[in-house]
């Protein structure tokens, strides 16, 4: 069952950690978890003045959750939208008379209609700005040519050529959406700049087409048109043809792609080109969770190649992925190695090393920075110079060290101490009142706890010992933090029911008598318990599902030893020692 709760939400109440059940619980699930909160906090069960009136207030809360979460209709109106959703004087967006599985489909095709709404707003901008920099003279120097130039000692490193291109979509109608986009190009002094528009039209579920007009100051008006169409589910055909006009004449083009899915992570590409770069090219892709590799070869007119690249993707928050290729043709071979990796969350930073004959050597660093990417090629030499192989691949990655100890980290640290810092603010009313009504369910729950010890003591149960929730600080390099933890011994004593503790999967900060002691931070249950006269510990994660006693092999031979003499002393022996090799 999917939930829509968010942070805010699970602050204020978590219904079904409230019940300590799970997203999936039955009727029966529910009323069993609600009778047992009930005898738990009822009114009526408490003289004092005070301990009654705490008692009415957490009742009144468990009757709550109950009642939302029986009722088929509310219970799919808060797993869709949470608690906000059940406000009578806020709930216009559906029909509370309607089924579960209705209610679920029009919030579907809501949030369907939102994210239409949101790309209709949005202009959806794209954009490239290259720079490209002739850094030859740091490794080709000729001496001999600056002899009678002051200064002529020093490399000169220059901008020999530029480009910016940018787009943006204007969505028309549902179907219809226009396409404007420009650029501008330098090299050596010389340059120009181009700008098209596009209409794009989506025809069916299967196709679109599209109608393109461009003129720039190099190369004359375009006339040109792109059409896309899905001929099975599997199998796709692109199609695009073009009229450029120039002071030679009219220059016509035509470019056919044909793809096929081959397998589940496999495409199969050919393409046709005919024009003014006349070429037939075939190849294969295959993408995965865990890497990317293409294989192509082109026959044509002036580029004739064959061209292999891996790509392996490291399952790391950071997102790196290590990529090489090679490339062999009439022009030369080339070969390239790189990397690139995520260095905040919306910014994607690589460096590619490109050696060739005749090329030589060069350096490109590319930044992606949400839609916009930044291209710097660096042209090293000319030459296959092993110092200049070895400076380019050594300095980026000692750059690149440097800059994330020294800015990156740093940054993002204080930016996330910061968000903490503000979210901590906002909900510090809230925590304080779950802690109020966490306090309250502890001072209720003193009498149950002591008689559900008693009859864990007379069986050899389970006795919650001592038990911790909230941040655990146990790296010695985080020394300097303080642990954020409270004590929580007797609200899961008292949830032990027949010898057993059982946590469902959700936050633990929603279960009576707990609250979040450091809202916005990774949090821990830490469970100090007793079972059949032996210790155990045990160390669970915040949102982690727990069950209790977990007893291993020797444990349970370590049992039968102890209860009806059936065991060995071997087993005990190896019982004793197994416990000191896990710390218990």
Known sequence: MASALDDDEILNDDYYSLLNVRREATQEELKAAYRRLCMLYHPDKHRDPELKRQAEQLFNLVHEAYQVLRDPQARAIYDIYGKRGLDVDGWEVVERRRTPAEI?????????????????????????????????????????????????????VEINKMHISQSIEAPLTTKDTAVLSGSLSTHNGNGGGTINLALRRVTSA????????????TQGPLLGMKIFR????????????????????????VTTVLARHLDKNTMGYVQWRWGIQSSMNTSIVRDT?????????????PHTFAMMSYQYKFQDEDQTKIKGSVKSGFFGTVL????????SRHSVLGATVSVGVPQGVSLKIKLNRASQTYFFPIHLTDQLLPSAVFYATVGPLVFYLAIQQLIIRPYVRAQKEQDLEKQQE????????????????????????????ETEESRMGLIILNAWYGKFVTDNSRKHERAKVIDVTVPLQCLVKDSKLILTEAT?????????????????????????????QVLSADAEALRIPKQCKFCVEYVTWKTPALGSRRCADKARQHMQNIGE
């Not at 692109?238 to 450029?244: D, E, M, P, S, V």
């Open 336 to 343: 390239e190695y790189g990397a690139e990796r995520k260095i």
């Open 206 to 217: 299967s196709g679109w087409g599209e109608v393109e007009i461009g003129a720039g100051d």
């Open 289 to 301: 969770k865990s890497s990317h590799f293409t294989f192509a070869m082109q026959l044509g007119i």
């Open 508 to 536: 633990k900060s929603g279960l009576p008598g707990f609250y979040d002691p450091c809202v916005g931070e990774e949090k821990s249950l830490k469970v100090l318990y007793q079972f059949r006269g032996v210790m155990h």
């Open 426 to 453: 906002s909900s510090a009313s809230n925590i304080a009142r779950k802690k109020q009504e966490a306090e309250s369910a502890v001072l209720l729950m003193q009498e149950s706890v002591r008689r559900i010890i």
């Open 104 to 156: 679920r489909e029009e919030y579907e095709r809501l949030q369907k209609e939102r994210e239409e709404r949101r790309l209709q707003q949005r202009t959806n901008p794209k954009g490239t700005i290259s720079v490209g920099i002739d850094a030859t003279d740091l490794f080709d120097q000729y001496e001999e040519d600056y002899e009678d130039v002051v200064g002529g000692g020093v490399p000169h």
């Open 230 to 253: 899905n001929v099975t589910s599997r199998f796709f055909v692109t199609a695009q043809c073009g009229l450029q006009f120039s002071s030679r004449g009219v220059r016509p083009g």
